[in-house]
């Protein structure tokens, strides 16, 4: 148990002290960017529920392969709020809360905003490519997919999951998302499972360069933090 309580804290002690001090201190008001975001998707399922709401969101906040780019471009940001329809809303609200909640604390509210948009822009244009590709690819698509809606935030949730993994040193968690979304994709082989990973793709090449400009500028200084001196 100890060895498992040690693996723990070196897993996810970074995260944890990052995220209690703000939560303690200010509590909910930590975190006001991602109740809003809970809050729309809240609202934009109640909207679509509704006979009245249902073609108002489809029209400002769902998207398809089939549609032309620019109109699927400017349905993206919303559509990271849009519930889908065949899965329960609470597990929607969940994701929001907790991975939202994180990433704010951790990266402020612009830079969670930032990533999740990344990472659904990344699904949402990869649907293009894998439709491209056809069926035959290794990461294809049928045509069919062409007409599916691709709403929700689980890309922006995975790429999140996967960004504050790398960042704060829970790698086994970000290899986890990976693993997880990867045996999604053998066992299913769908759109979404699909998008996932070009979400995680996306992601990590931010890290990456993320990680590479953090060493730049940690050689540019010396150990006192000053700039070296040259000769």
């Not at 001090?21 to 529920?49: D, I, K, S, Y």
């Not at 491209?132 to 999951?161: I, M």
Request: charged share 15%; with cysteine.
């Amino acid at each position: 148990m100890n060895a498992l309580a040690r693996r723990a804290r070196a897993e996810w002690g970074p995260l944890y002290v990052t995220v209690r001090g703000p939560l303690v201190e200010r509590g909910w008001r930590a975190v006001p960017m991602t109740l809003g975001a809970v809050c729309l998707t809240a609202a934009v399922q109640v909207v679509q529920n509704q006979c009245w709401g249902f073609g108002l969101v489809q029209n400002a906040g769902s998207v398809r392969a089939e549609e032309p780019l620019w109109l699927a471009l400017s349905r993206t940001p919303l559509s990271l709020f849009v519930p889908a329809l065949d899965l329960p809303v609470w597990g929607a609200l969940a994701q929001i809360l907790f991975v939202f909640g994180i990433a704010e604390i951790c990266l402020g509210w612009w830079r969670t905003l930032t990533v999740a948009y990344l990472a659904t822009l990344a699904g949402t244009l990869f649907a293009r490519v894998g439709i491209w590709l056809g069926p035959d690819g290794l990461l294809g698509l049928p045509g069919s997919d062409a007409r599916v809606v691709d709403t929700g935030p689980s890309a922006a949730v995975v790429g999140l999951a996967v960004f504050l993994g790398l960042r704060h040193g829970a790698y086994l968690t970000a290899a986890g998302v990976v693993v997880a979304m990867i045996v999604e994709v053998l066992l299913k082989g769908n759109l979404a499972g699909k998008e996932h990973l070009a979400a995680i793709a996306a992601v990590l090449a931010l890290s990456a360069v993320s990680g590479l400009r953090h060493r730049r500028r940690a050689g540019t200084t010396g150990s006192s933090g000053l700039p070296p001196i040259r000769s």
